[in-house]
């Protein structure tokens, strides 16, 4: 497959996904900040004809696996496509570390990717879902200006239209209550600045892997060496590039329909699985509210008792929950398209 006019990728693999017979995986190639990279598309094969899909951005030391949500989408008449970015699950290779980045509008280029692939499947219409850090790359990549008109009307030939956005426990704010936010940012940044090439070393399993991935009693199964229980090593200058885009975020308005789904409290900093499991054990729910409510002018919040992080992964009833959620704010969505 030649790339659009104006773009510079190259389709490498088209094949049967490790999901298995009911998903496909395209793998394309690129160049990155320092050496090419990857990224992978991948996409149930489910309504091969419908002109409406959902795409979607995993977080941070993550990829996608959740054949679930996928089929829930197919069962609603979307066709269904998740990318794994560049330095993530699938598009691990190694010339380039695992979820290292120069800086996060970078993975603009795999939504491009991503969208222009999905527009010549024959899609007009896309919902972005994103989770966690996914959901500050989506809304980065949202709020891009495209000044040019030039560049304004490439993107309408090439690409579907974006018409709404659904956030999944968003990163959307560092991980601390609003007031010691409003207290430590600004130390934070000067720290991640100064120390750009120092990391967090990842050692122990985190309380939050314990939830979810079955080997420690959870009900997930999904590849530890793409999403290790302990993390991977955590960059000063991940971290820094992190700071930035939030702080350019909160500086813009997006009128693009959107849909954030949250738990109903935090969880940090508790001491045993079972007290994790009771809300979101990574990420601040009220300074991911407040930041929504800066940034996105037509917001639809929905809160999730017992929501894990990634709510999809959460326990029953809150996994329906969040399921529901999101039906309900997608029938009213399409009822104005």
């Known amino acids: 497959m030649s790339a659009p006019i104006g773009q510079h990728w190259q389709q490498v693999n088209d ?5 298995g017979a ?15 990279v990857h ?10 004809n419908t002109k409406k899909a959902i795409l979607y951005v995993h977080g941070y030391t993550d990829y996608f696996f959740q054949t679930g949500l996928a089929e829930h989408f197919i069962d609603l008449g979307y066709r269904f496509y998740a990318v794994d ?88 704010a560092l991980p601390f209550p609003p007031k010691v936010l409003n207290r430590i940012s600004w130390p934070i940044r000067i720290l991640v600045s100064l120390l750009p090439f120092s990391y967090l070393r990842a050692k122990k399993i985190t309380l939050y892997a314990k939830t979810i991935h079955c080997v420690f009693g959870g009900e997930w199964d999904y590849r530890l060496d793409w999403k290790p ?37 935090s969880t940090i900093g508790k001491r045993t699985t079972e007290e ?17 409510e800066k940034t996105f002018r ?16 959460s326990h029953e009833p809150a996994r329906t929950a969040y399921l529901s959620a999101m039906t309900a704010w997608l029938h009213t969505l399409t009822e104005k398209h």
């Open 15 to 19: 094949g049967e996904d490790l999901l």
């Open 22 to 36: 009911g998903f496909r995986a395209r793998t394309f190639v690129f160049a990155g900040p320092k050496t090419k």
């Open 39 to 48: 990224t992978t598309l991948v996409n149930h094969i489910g309504h091969p």
């Open 85 to 172: 970015l560049q330095g993530y699950g699938r598009s691990i290779r190694p010339s380039t570390p695992p979820n290292w980045c120069d800086s996060l509008e970078q993975y603009g280029q795999d939504l491009d990717i991503a969208l222009a692939t999905i527009k010549q499947d024959g899609v007009d219409h896309v919902v972005l879902l994103a989770h966690s850090t996914g959901g500050l790359i989506a809304s980065t990549y949202l709020a891009q200006p495209y000044a040019l008109a030039e560049r304004e009307s490439y993107y309408k030939k090439a690409f579907p239209d974006v018409i709404g956005l659904m956030l999944n426990s968003p990163f959307l």
């Open 229 to 265: 229980a302990h993390g991977f090593d955590l960059s000063f200058h991940w971290l820094r590039e992190v700071i930035h885009a939030q702080r350019n975020l909160a500086n813009q308005r997006l009128d693009i329909p959107t849909l954030i789904c949250r738990s109903d409290i």
């Open 276 to 292: 994790v499991q009771q809300g979101d054990g990574v990420l601040d729910v009220d300074s991911m509210q407040q930041s929504a």
């Open 298 to 313: 037509n917001l639809t919040q929905v809160s999730i008792p017992q929501g894990f992080h990634d709510l999809y992964l």
